[in-house]
């Protein structure tokens, strides 16, 4: 991956609240998660090839999808 800052987008499934520590690269931070199906977000810099996840707490989490990538804005379709 080049080395350049980029967005992660975790969509993930918390059986309770609790706290998940994320690594990238060399970035860790600490991200709150909801009980339930819910999406984390994240800016990361640097060049890395995974995305690490623990859990400080006794909580289960089940990751559905991690996106990494620029930000693009959404344009609505102004067709009549």
Not at 31 to 60: P, Q
Request: aromatic letters at 8%.
């Amino acid at each position: 991956m080049a080395d350049a800052p980029w967005w992660v987008r975790i969509d993930y499934l918390a059986g309770d609240d609790g706290t998940v520590f994320v690594r990238a690269g060399n970035d860790v931070q600490k991200i709150a998660v909801e009980k339930g199906l819910h999406s984390m977000f994240l800016a990361t810099t640097g060049a890395y090839d995974e995305v690490l996840l623990r859990t400080s707490s006794e909580i289960s989490l089940c990751v559905d999808n991690v996106h990494v990538g620029g930000i693009e804005p959404k344009v609505k379709d102004r067709t009549p």
